[in-house]
């Protein structure tokens, strides 16, 4: 019985993505075709594997505001690198954002688990740090298409079987973490931590240690979208990204993960992607205006935070009367 | 005993307020070293223009933080409410005072909608208002597309730009300093103050003292939604336009300053003092750092480690404290 009220919340979520899907399919048939749902997957794989690590900082009832200046700080040092070094190989290339990403992660990650200032400061103040270094550094200029070289660009587009690196790459993503979070034990530890702080360092888990981890992949996986993103738009600017994080964020609730902490799953988390990038794709197809973009997102998010809160209360108040029984 | 009683309590209260207002002298002076314009008191008075709406905000953002929530918001309601007055300005030809009032009245509901959510639902006010912060400057969106408006009455431009009589100082100034007075007595010296303080140190021991916690946070979300429509009109008559992307990303800004300020993130503690000084330290830096050419973005870097060291510090202060005092009673 309790499972099934758990497993309800991603149910909802998929016959309404399913619903939607036919609406806009009736209006615009067009939407339906392979080639579009391609172009959405693609949009919306920078989306998922950000919002993979923020689900993850969210679990432990952190959040990372920094994501998105950690995107445009590594999309900009690596198209910089790439500028003035094209001779450095892809692959080098690939490695280093991670590195980035990996540096700025664990930065945000020392502050909140051994100097123990709270996810929220620490990531508004990196915000800011990591935001203002890529104006810095690139001077207030961009780097434009033509300053990239061919094989830069062709990262995230070039494929095998139809599906893009890009995809691929999200794809992988999303099936690491689901496996991470559901199978191993350090995947457990971050809903136990998120679950009960204090609970699950009496049953001896290493709460600074799963802290940094968390803020270490998420700054990583936004490295490694840093140069996808780039590349993918061959242009890094000072404002790429801009306002990324309270999308990232935004489809994190869609999909059900509570602020609280320790309650979300990897399948709720692209549900709500999906939900997102369809919403975007959708509109250009059916004639409305883009600028309606951004007040549906508000309202689908809006209707998501309530069902979210009107269940959670379903699901306490089941256990209370099953604990009475 | 009274006095070795309130030492302490005094040191604490005081000691981020005391490093804040140390850095806010260290600040003047250095940039009065670096640039000779910087000293020039019209130009001081001048420049509050570009932080006074921002600062008006910061005031009842004081109060959601201290209660415990968050309102992330505040810059979607400044949209919405700019996009409401530029409609009536533009269609309806209406004046001035039914321009504040459609700007107030806009924000106040905007805020009583986050605040009922929020009390009546019980969801997090972290998600309503990320939500609120798409919703509200997506309406702006639908309604303006990518047009501005432009035509605003002629005295409509006094709120966001006049002076006092024939001196120099800004109105906004002095509204702000008023608010910020009454925001002080408020905090400091009432029962709704009190009762601000006992919701964010523990919401359930406040209402088992009977103190209806609802009730105050949902008027602490009005609150800020009638002060966010404030800011608006403000900052719609001192640029004298409307755009929807009006004020992007002020959200994140308001709250670093009121964090920086000395209000605790998770509620229960921070005082008047310390966010007005915030207020003025972050503003004059900007000016300053402009007057000497320094990029806004070198602001933005420094503000970030302020941020950090905010936090940090004192609590590390406290920890030096109490173990000197350990010291102190092993001997």
Known sequence: MLEKVVKKREFILLVSLVSLIVIIGLRSPRFLSIGNFRDILDDTALLAMVAMGQFMVILIAGIDLSVGAGVALTGMSVALLHQYYPGIPIFVIVLL??????????????????????????????????????????????????????????????????????????????????????????GREIYAVGGNEIASQYVGINLKKIKYLVFMIAGSISGLAGLLWVARYASAQSDTAMGFELVVIAACVVGGVSFFGGSGTTLGVVLGVLFLGIINNALTQINISPFWQMGLQGLVILVAVIINTVMEKRTKELIIRRKNL | MKSTEKMPIWRILMQWEAILFFMFVTMIVVDSKLSPYFLDLNN??????????????????????????????????????????????????????????????????AGVLNGLIITKIGVPAIAVTLAGLFLFRGIAYVILGDMAVTTYPKSFAYLGQGYIGNTRIPFELVLFIILAIIFGIVLHKTTYGRKLFAIGNNSTAARFFGINVNRIRFLNFALIGLFSGLASVLLTSRIGSTRPNIATGWELEIITIT??????????????LGVVISIFMVGLARFGMGLINVPGVVMNIAMGFLLIIAILLPGSLRQLQSKILAKQQQR
């Open chain 2, 259 to 272: 964090v920086l300020g000395g209000v605790y993130i998770f509620g229960g503690a921070g005082n008047i």
């Open chain 1, 97 to 186: 954002s991670i590195l980035i990403g990996f540096l700025l992660g664990s930065f945000n990650g020392i502050l909140v688990s051994l100097l123990r200032i709270p996810a929220i400061i620490v990531t508004l103040g990196t915000l800011g740090i990591y935001r203002g270094f890529v104006s810095l550094m690139s001077g207030g200029t961009w780097v434009s298409a033509h300053e990239m070289s061919d094989a830069f660009k062709n990262l995230p587009r070039g494929g095998f079987l139809g599906v893009s690196n890009l995809l691929f790459v999200a794809i992988l993503c999303v099936i690491i973490f689901g496996v991470f979070l559901k199978y191993t034990r350090t």
């Open chain 2, 44 to 109: 001081m008075l001048r420049t509050t223009f570009n932080f006074m709406e921002k600062a008006i905000i910061v005031l009842p953002m004081m109060f959601i933080i201290i209660c415990g929530d968050i309102d992330i918001s505040v810059a979607g309601i400044i949209a919405l409410s700019s996009c409401f007055m530029g409609l009536a300005s533009q269609h309806l030809g209406v004046g001035t005072p039914a321009l504040i009032s459609i700007g107030l009245l806009t924000g106040l509901s």
